[in-house]
């Protein structure tokens, strides 16, 4: 393998959380401040973030539009982000989201924290319980903690969390 940063090489997206560990406040700083700095289009920056910490208030109104076998896990996720976009041009302004969550998720490895991103949501419901402005589009909620025991989880998860990572070769990935 080519040589990589270990902040890429080490980071895996767990479903296994830690139910008691919280997110300090520079923590959370840290995070934000990492995806603030996220390269963007003509610097539009068009993302915004939602951020829940274990029980308040905007986590529970996130958490519920989770499909149920999310919430069994993410529930133990010392803080839950939401990532949205804004601006005319949906592509970008996605596009520029993702380069901002990828930021956050860099740093959060360097901090010990551990990132599982999930697209698969109730968009309408969230932007709803979090009474976002119009034109305000929900794309990725990420849910942020320390490591927690993969024992905890049911079976078909405990295998995924305690099996090998798998990539495809970079060979693979290249357009010929």
Not at 146 to 167: I, S, V, Y
């Amino acid at each position: 393998m080519a040589d990589l940063t270990p902040l890429l090489a080490y980071r895996w997206s767990p479903r296994a959380f830690d139910p008691g560990a919280e997110l300090t406040p520079d923590e959370a700083a840290s995070l934000l401040e990492a995806a603030r700095w996220a390269p963007s289009t003509e610097n539009g920056q068009p993302w915004r973030f939602a951020l829940g910490h274990r029980d308040d208030e905007i986590w529970k109104r996130i958490l519920i539009n989770l499909p149920d076998d999310d919430q069994g896990w993410a529930r133990n996720a010392a803080t839950l982000v939401v990532g949205a976009h804004t601006g005319r041009d949906a592509e970008r302004a996605a596009y520029d989201l993702g380069q901002s969550i990828a930021h956050l998720t860099v740093q959060a490895t360097a901090l010990g924290l551990h990132v599982h991103q999930l697209t698969r949501f109730d968009r309408a419901g969230l932007a709803a319980e979090l009474d976002l402005p119009g034109g305000v589009r929900p794309l990725v909620v990420a849910a942020v903690g320390r490591l927690g025991d993969p024992f905890g989880l049911p079976a078909e998860l405990r295998a995924l969390e305690t099996g090998l990572r798998h990539r495809r070769p970079v060979a693979d990935l290249l357009l010929r």
